[in-house]
């Protein structure tokens, strides 16, 4: 079977600068990859160029078999991909059943029935049905998160795209989150995740993708990666968390 | 006094509305024409194409460095010996106030848009969403609650540019008011008239807006 997704010496510059230099990434159909790296590696444009958000400059990149030139019509790409960003996104001025319906109805033209069938079922899955009327600004921002994954998951998307979706909640509110994405880890969608919680990662991933400086460092499945990171850059990266997460106790004196 | 001031304005009273309609008619096709361009332009100088921002910004120069007044004589006197068409005054003060308003609406529609922060933008693109419903569903209308008041500002003094009108011939509310007062010689009632008579026109535009407002703070 041709893998889902295909990248192939995909590069991508801002002005002068590489920010994705000869990028090989093949992604199978029902594989969970984490993009693990420092800030500034490229992780999160990684994830952009896949729904042209962001354009490549050289290089291939194949979805569902099919080549996507800069000049692709995205909107029909864009229907396959859902994305979930950091700081959640979703339309203030719009009720929590308004901004999921909005893709399926006015890009997909979906009848009403259909959709809101679907977005209630979806919504009672992340345990926010109740909050169907209301307005973001009424939800935390863990709710918020949660129906940001709907809103994409309403859109039938064949992948998900989650770019640090937990880094702008309180720890309270991450645990709710990362349980949806598990969640649908295990119902077998494919999952691209960027993010900086490495238990998270650990316990999600098929394979763990660790980048710097643009460029595909090291991959392997997460029981390696973490045990026995190949490359120097990503023992010193695990290193620092692991010194955040293991700091000793302060004498008193 | 009383008695025979209702009595005059009664009197008055067809005449006074014929320029009662010439008045609110410029205004109100003023109005409409600003919102339109301006969004247009609004939205335009938001793709960020450096040679449509050029020409949009001589536009917007113009029409902010030029006195209205300046174009209505441009426009009325100008255009018939220049090119050789001739617009009727009403039509012509139409014209230069959409023209004008529609420089003004548009930057604010411009800042509006420009508030919105980015990741609006893309979280409608990713949904897969076309520009125009891109616009049309996301940015336009987070953009209209940030815009509402000064947008009244500028359709109020559309409303009172208006009077301008009269210099190019447009026997308006205000001429009707002079006429009278020149044959009666009462200014105070005609003016107290047209004081009320702009007020009114315009106060409701300003109500609507704190309602407006206060609607969608609760959403």
């Known amino acids: 079977m041709s893998p889902l997704i295909e990248l192939t010496r995909f590069s991508k510059n801002f002005g002068s600068v590489p920010v994705l230099q000869d990028v090989d990434l093949s992604v199978r159909e029902g594989e969970v990859v984490v993009i693990l790296g420092p800030s500034g590696c490229g992780k999160s444009t990684l994830l952009r160029c896949l729904n042209g958000l962001e354009l490549g400059h050289a290089g291939q990149y194949c979805f569902a078999g099919q080549n996507l030139p800069a000049n692709t019509d995205w909107r029909q790409v864009r229907q396959q991909i859902g994305m979930v960003f950091q700081s959640y996104h979703l339309f203030p001025h719009m009720t929590v059943l308004e901004n999921i319906l909005l893709g399926p109805l006015s890009v997909q033209k979906r009848t009403r029935v259909d959709a809101q069938q679907q977005a209630e079922t979806l919504l009672s899955r992340v345990g926010l049905l109740d909050k169907r009327d209301t307005y973001p600004r009424e939800l935390s921002g863990g709710q918020q998160q949660r129906i940001a994954i709907v809103r994409a998951l309403c859109m039938n998307p064949r992948v998900m795209l989650f770019d640090e979706v937990t880094a702008a909640l309180d720890p309270e509110m991450v645990k709710e989150v990362l349980e949806v994405i598990l969640d649908l880890a295990r119902s077998g969608m494919t999952l691209l995740i960027v993010t900086h919680e490495m238990a998270f990662a650990r316990a999600v991933a098929d394979r763990i993708l660790f980048m710097d400086g643009g460029r595909i460092a090291e991959q392997s499945d997460p029981e390696s990666f973490f045990s026995a990171p190949q490359t120097a850059r990503a023992q010193q990266f695990l290193e620092k968390f692991s010194y955040v997460e293991n700091m000793p106790k302060r004498k008193a004196s | ?219």
């Open chain 2, 1 to 219: 006094m009383a008695s025979s001031g209702l009595e005059l304005l009664w009197v008055s009273a067809p005449q006074l509305a014929q320029g009662i309609g010439r008045t609110l008619g410029i205004s109100l096709l003023a109005i409409a024409f600003s919102s339109v361009g301006g969004v247009i332009y609004g939205v335009l100088r938001n793709l960020g194409v450096r040679w449509i921002d050029g020409v949009l910004l001589v536009y917007l120069e113009l029409f902010r460095a030029i006195p209205v007044l300046v174009w209505l004589y441009l426009f009325f006197f100008g255009l018939p010996i220049f090119l050789g068409w001739s617009i009727p005054g009403f039509w012509c003060a139409v014209l230069v106030l959409s023209l004008w308003g529609a420089s003004e609406t548009g930057e604010v529609v411009r800042g509006a848009l420009r508030s919105i922060p980015r990741g609006q933008r893309e979280a409608g693109l990713a949904i897969g969403l076309g520009p125009l419903q891109l616009y049309g569903r996301v940015l336009l209308p987070q953009a209209l609650r940030r815009m509402t008041p000064p947008l009244i500002n500028v359709f109020t003094r559309l409303i009172k540019t208006s009077s301008l009108a009269v210099l190019i011939g447009v026997v308006d509310v205000i001429k009707i008011g002079q006429q009278i007062i020149e044959r009666t010689y009462e200014s105070v009632l005609i003016y107290g008239f047209l004081f009320v008579f702009f007020f009114l026109a315009c106060y409701p535009l300003s109500a609507a807006s704190r309602v407006l407002e206060r609607r969608w703070n609760h959403s």
